[in-house]
């Protein structure tokens, strides 16, 4: 969305400082502005519409294609919506079934909510999910080899791809940073996007998982379409155009409401 009519003084030095900082808190805000609560959520809630700023639950970031936010900002934001995302995921994925899960902060939600299954086979380029599924001594937990990020616990790289293709697997469970217009997924990092690639193309059933703050979201490497997923979960309907190009190559919607 564009903006449709100018935004006010306040309006316009909240978005300079998200801008300048990266990030900013409500708490932050209303001591900068010296306005309410709500009047911030407001404004914060205008801007984002607007697609100039990104909102997380307390607060917002600037918007990017190039970078990320921080593992540690994008653990607590939306946690309630994806919390419900992996709560519905979780009934679609029956015991003793195999399954890609990658990088995100969503599919570790997820593969939370699996715990209490059985019998479970997971292949993971993620650390975390690892270490958490790990844990169920039914469960068997394959770490894909790769080059671990720091920032994130996520192997990625050509090592990494060509572990995915050694294997065929029920489900894979994919997060993703940002859904463009067109229904185009993209994300930040072109290694992370391949290896994503691979998932998909070596699991029976993919099960793409988002909450609404990825929908027109802006990051520069393009993974693929969600046409090729055959169901999405999210906690908010995408738009017109998004829903009919899903109809229309048979993906599967659930709203998961928190």
């Known amino acids: 969305m564009s903006a449709d009519k100018p935004l006010n003084a306040r309006q316009t030095a909240i978005l300079k400082l998200i801008e300048k900082n990266g990030v900013a808190t409500i708490d932050e805000l209303v001591e900068a502005f010296d306005v309410t609560p709500q009047t911030l959520r407001r404004d914060l809630n205008l801007l984002a519409d607007y697609n100039l700023i990104q909102r997380f639950h307390g607060g917002a970031t600037s918007i990017t294609s190039t970078e990320n936010l921080s593992y540690q900002d994008r653990q607590i934001r939306n946690l309630e919506e994806k919390?419900?995302?992996a709560r519905e995921i979780a009934l679609h994925v029956p015991d003793h079934s195999s399954m890609f899960i990658n990088i995100g902060t969503t599919t570790e939600t997820i593969a939370r909510a699996l715990m209490n299954h059985k019998g479970l086979?997971?292949?993971t380029n993620n650390l975390h999910v690892a270490s958490m599924m790990s844990q169920k001594e039914d469960f068997r937990v394959i770490v894909t080899s790769g080059e671990v990020r720091a920032r994130d616990g996520g192997i990625v790289g050509e090592a990494t791809m060509d572990f995915v293709?050694?294997?065929r697997l029920d489900f894979g469970i994919i997060g993703i940073s940002a859904i463009d217009e067109d229904g185009a997924l993209?994300?930040?990092d072109y290694r992370e996007?391949?290896?994503a690639q691979a998932i998909i193309q070596q699991s029976r059933h993919v099960f793409l998982?988002?909450?609404h703050s990825k929908f027109g979201r802006r990051a520069m490497v393009r993974l693929g379409s969600i046409t090729q997923a055959n169901m999405f979960f999210t906690d908010q309907r995408p738009s017109e155009e998004i829903e009919t190009m899903m109809k229309n190559h048979d993906v599967r919607l659930h709203i998961c409401t928190p």
């Open 193 to 195: 996007v391949r290896v």
């Open 165 to 167: 293709q050694q294997f």
């Open 121 to 123: 086979q997971v292949v």
């Open 186 to 188: 993209l994300d930040y």
């Open 209 to 211: 998982a988002a909450d």
């Open 83 to 85: 919390e419900a995302i």
